[in-house]
């Protein structure tokens, strides 16, 4: 058995923020205080060098990762700090940095939000600490420390959006929520998912800028809303929560989009054809079939595999993940089991490629008790499959997986909140709403219009962490992983 665990994996932390409560510059006597804000997402950006967070308090933050990351340290892992932070005005429920970012570029660094009633906007990543510094700011130094967030210094203002895209209703003249938000390559449009709509938007075209602001094409995914049946049960009817981009990596690159809906509905849309729907069904039926049991309450992410055959259906309130054949409609392919994610708080995944001897591909997912865990050769076998190992991450719901390009390093973090005195963790999201997703109210998302969390309830664990992925060795495993038992 140790030398079974001496050749397998073995993930070795790296650097972490140890708690969301240190992120932003605050009076040393304060720092005592209980955290009030927990990371919801992270992701890397394009070139691998910076990652991406949204947090509970509003506030999107960018970590520079120190370019001696991969350097052996005897004094534990390295500190992070975030070189910027933009506070928006609501929660937001979807943010997509750009997918050309280089950090030696500062006109690419910007990022997409989605705030609650407002605009969909383009913020700088590295916004300036003073109204006098110059715009866009200058490429940020990992090892210092991060600029003094706007809402935590009043004298020094953040600056306004770069752009703005209104995605309106036309009826009541109000916005739409952005549930989630797709800006593939080569960066010149995105996509936002609504109820019942997808929008394409043109990125050059805004409400600050020149020409019009409007989306190019507005993609319903139900003929009409006006029909008491809602679509007469024609397309698939709910707010449009997950949007992935197909990989293939040719001039099609982005055209076959996949959509997932609270409803339970996925869709394949086909921008090459103004957005005609390629297909779509409901999941519901695979994920309560007997024998499986992985339940499920509304899509919240869908994931492309590396090779482009495949979808991985990510759903809140579920204990494991569906995947599918695109090349058959509706077919499903397998169930990955084992994963702790009954709850409504997003929980995000990740895919990679597999290794040359076990084929298909990888999935890595986190669970509400800080495990992450790894499912290898995905998409060589059709069934019920576990993971094939797993290890400690973090005290509290890993709310994002997400690997480096490298495939040697992955970023994960954590963070939720309960009522004091209770030993459960809450259901929280800012996507328990129902499934129309109109709400205007950022409480009605589980979230109040003040960030601050209200007396007696509790943050657990929210922090960020990178880990380095490799082969452990008999001289040093710092992380076990917990193999299952089948497996030994």
């Known amino acids: 058995m140790e030398d079974q665990l001496a050749k397998g994996p073995q993930a070795r932390l790296l650097a972490s923020t140890t708690d969301q409560a240190t992120h932003r510059d605050r009076p040393h006597e304060d720092l005592a205080r209980p955290a009030d804000s927990f990371f919801k997402s992270a992701q890397w950006s394009a070139d691998g060098t910076t990652i991406f967070t949204s947090s509970s308090d509003n506030v999107v933050n960018s970590y520079v990762v120190p370019s001696d990351l991969l350097q052996p340290r005897e004094d534990g892992p390295i500190p992070l700090r975030a070189q910027g932070s933009i506070l928006l005005p609501e929660s937001t429920h979807a943010i997509a940095p750009c997918p050309y ?29 003073s109204s006098d510094s110059p715009s866009p700011s200058p490429t940020p130094d990992p090892h210092h420390g991060p600029p003094s967030p706007a809402h935590r210094h009043p004298q020094h203002p953040q600056p306004p959006p770069i752009a703005t895209y209104p995605l309106i209703h036309p009826p009541t003249e109000s916005y739409l929520p952005a549930l989630s938000l797709l800006w593939p390559s080569p960066g010149t449009h995105f996509l936002a998912g609504t109820k019942n709509l997808i929008a394409y938007f043109d990125a050059t075209r805004s409400a600050s800028g020149s020409g019009t602001a409007a989306p190019l094409l507005r993609l319903p995914t ?25 990989p293939d990596p040719g001039p099609a690159a982005g055209r076959l989009v996949a959509a997932g809906t609270w409803t339970r509905w996925l869709g394949l849309y086909d921008l090459a054809r103004a957005g005609a729907c390629v297909a779509n069904w409901c999941v519901a039926g695979a994920g309560a079939a007997a024998g499986r049991g992985v339940g499920g309450a509304g899509i919240l992410q869908v994931a492309w ?28 392919l397998g169930w990955l089991a084992g994963r702790d994610a009954d709850t409504h708080q997003r929980m995000t995944c990740d895919v990679f490629p597999g290794s040359d001897d076990r084929g298909g591909f990888e999935v890595w997912a ?106 452990a060795t008999s001289e040093e495993v710092d992380i076990e992983p917990n193999w299952p038992e089948s497996g030994m």
């Not at 030696?104 to 590295?126: E, K, M, R």
């Not at 569906?322 to 058959?328: E, G």
């Not at 209770?422 to 979230?447: K, L, P, V």
Request: proline share 4%.
């Open 366 to 471: 986190g669970g509400r008790d800080g495990t992450v865990m790894v499912w290898e050769g995905v998409g060589n076998e059709e069934g019920y499959a576990r993971s094939a190992w797993d290890w400690q991450a973090h005290g509290s719901a890993v709310g994002s997986t997400a690997m480096h390009m490298s495939g040697s390093v992955m970023a994960t973090c954590s963070g939720s909140w309960k009522i004091s005195g209770e030993e459960s963790q809450s259901d929280d999201s800012d996507d328990s709403d129902d499934s129309n997703g109109y709400s205007g109210n950022a409480s009605s998302h589980g979230e109040d219009r003040d960030y601050r969390l209200k007396p007696g309830v509790e943050v657990q664990d929210g922090s960020l962490k990178i880990w380095s992925i490799g082969a």
């Open 222 to 246: 139900i003929p009409s809303t006006r029909h008491r049946a809602k679509g007469g049960g024609v397309g698939m009817r709910g707010a449009v929560s997950a949007l992935a981009a197909h």
């Open 101 to 129: 970012f280089s950090l030696s570029n500062p006109y690419t660094h910007v990022i997409l939000t989605g705030a609650v009633d407002h605009p969909i906007q383009l913020h700088q990543a590295f916004p300036p600490t």
């Open 305 to 332: 595999s590396p090779c482009g055959r495949y979808l991985v259906v990510n759903e809140r309130k579920s204990s494991g993940m569906l995947v599918y054949d695109v090349r058959v409609t509706g077919k499903l």
